[in-house]
């Protein structure tokens, strides 16, 4: 995960009609950072968590190795760094993911 990467995620959310409303730290454990995301019109919520368990340490979001949406249990995204290649097949897919959420709450 690079900052390029975070904004890309953050632009991905804010095209299918979500933006960040608030960050907050991780839990020093397994939890980098938190997005709470939010909709224009407040009718709804989405929490993004950034996987950053290591060795001895939580990882800083920049180095983080995956994020899960927390209202959408099949929602998550590997931020690969063995296989660049995946990186925009990955992205679609979780793109994808966030549109049927928004459909299926008639958004």
Same mark, same amino acid.
């Given at each position: 995960?690079?900052?390029?990467?975070?904004?890309?995620?953050?632009?991905?959310?804010?095209?299918?009609?979500?933006?960040?409303?608030?960050?907050?730290?991780? &839990? &020093?454990?397994?939890?980098?950072?938190?997005?709470?995301?939010?909709?224009?019109?407040?009718?709804?919520?989405?929490?993004?968590?950034? %996987?950053?368990?290591?060795?001895?340490?939580?990882?800083?979001i920049e180095k983080?190795?995956?994020?899960?949406?927390?209202?959408i249990p099949e929602?998550?995204?590997?931020?690969?760094?063995?296989?660049?290649?995946?990186?925009?097949?990955?992205?679609?897919?979780?793109?994808? %993911?966030?549109?049927?959420?928004?459909?299926?709450?008639?958004?």
């Amino acid at each position: 995960m690079t900052i390029a990467h975070l904004e890309i995620l953050e632009s991905l959310f804010a095209r299918n009609h979500w933006i960040v409303d608030r960050r907050e730290e991780g &839990d &020093d454990y397994r939890i980098s950072a938190v997005w709470h995301l939010k909709r224009p019109d407040g009718t709804g919520t989405l929490t993004v968590e950034f %996987q950053g368990f290591d060795d001895l340490v939580c990882l800083p979001i920049e180095k983080s190795y995956g994020c899960d949406v927390l209202q959408i249990p099949e929602c998550g995204l590997y931020f690969s760094r063995v296989n660049h290649a995946r990186w925009p097949t990955d992205l679609e897919t979780f793109e994808a %993911q966030i549109r049927m959420f928004n459909q299926s709450q008639g958004w």
